[in-house]
């Protein structure tokens, strides 16, 4: 036991001289916060290690700082490259290039799709992820990790991301899109609906959209617009009449009813002897983006 919380104060003192090289780099405390937070996160040992996992470790109540992080926040990376060419540098060091198949269930993770897996043996749902490792004989270290996706090119030449409308979902879609009234240059609808798709898709907040689907003020009004003027509504049905000319959609429709005792002041119980209470509430998106 006594030489575990050796380690572990080594590790941590190790990481605070790691992170004095380059906290110069950020201007703000909460990005300096986050970037040890991260990096403690990454040799915490947690079963998976992703943007929530990561959050948890480090006390937050929500991965929003974290992801910002990663996705927004511009820093050197020289410095850190420099720390490890002075702690494993050697002239003898080789570089080693590895791929390997991480198996998946579902098509939520990035790049999955069923494709050869080395560590299966067979062609399986998987990711496939290629890395290069620095060795030497001080020690080794992961310096780059990619994961492979097989994009497809679009027609306005870009490529078309996981989270993002295909031609044919676009072309189902953009006749129920409002056009606007005025002649006021705007943000492309299709530019705009991606970012709502990557927002949703993804769970990020809405500050923290990409760049590539415009201002993200612009993103959320038009998405608060569109629930309530029913677009959303509207393109449901009609992908589901679409669907099911196609033969896409089997229709099972189920009917239950149960009774639940409640106390006397909860909603809808209705008075003793008079008529059953009711209630129809409309959801409609936060004012709030900060909520949203």
């Not at 409308?165 to 705007?186: K, S, V, Y």
Request: charged share 25%.
């Amino acid at each position: 036991m006594g030489g575990d919380l050796a380690d572990v104060r080594l590790w941590a003192g190790e990481l605070e001289r790691l992170h004095g090289r380059f906290v110069h780099r950020f201007s703000r405390s909460e990005p300096r916060e986050s970037a040890l937070a991260y990096m403690h996160g990454l040799v915490a040992p947690l079963e998976r290690k992703n943007g929530w996992t990561l959050a948890e470790q480090a006390g937050h109540g929500a991965p929003d700082r974290i992801h910002r992080l990663l996705n927004r926040i511009d820093w050197n990376a020289d410095d850190v490259r420099d720390y490890v060419v002075e702690h494993l540098g050697d002239p003898d060091a080789v570089l080693i290039v590895d791929d390997t198949g991480f198996l998946k269930k579902g098509v939520r993770s990035a790049g999955v799709q069923r494709q050869y897996s080395g560590t299966a043996g067979r062609t399986e749902n998987c990711q496939v992820g290629v890395f290069l490792a620095y060795a030497s004989a001080r020690g080794r270290t992961l310096i780059l990790g990619s994961v492979f996706k097989d994009h497809r090119v679009v027609d306005h030449g870009g490529v078309i991301r996981r989270h993002e409308l295909t031609d044919q979902e676009w072309e189902l879609l953009a006749p129920l899109i409002p056009r606007a009234a005025t002649g006021r240059p705007r943000v492309e609808d299709r530019q705009v609906v991606n970012g709502m798709v990557y927002k949703i898709r993804t769970g990020i907040s809405w500050r923290d959209l990409p760049d590539r689907y415009g201002p993200w003020k612009t993103v959320y009004t038009r998405f608060r617009r569109y629930a309530l003027d029913g677009v959303f509504t509207r393109a449901l049905q009609r992908i589901q009449a679409h669907a099911d000319v196609a033969g896409d959609v089997d229709w099972l429709v189920q009917i239950d009813s149960t009774i639940v005792r409640a106390h006397q002041h909860a909603a809808a119980t209705g008075r003793k002897g008079g008529p059953t209470g009711r209630t129809n509430q409309t959801i409609t998106p936060s004012a709030d983006p900060e909520e949203a």
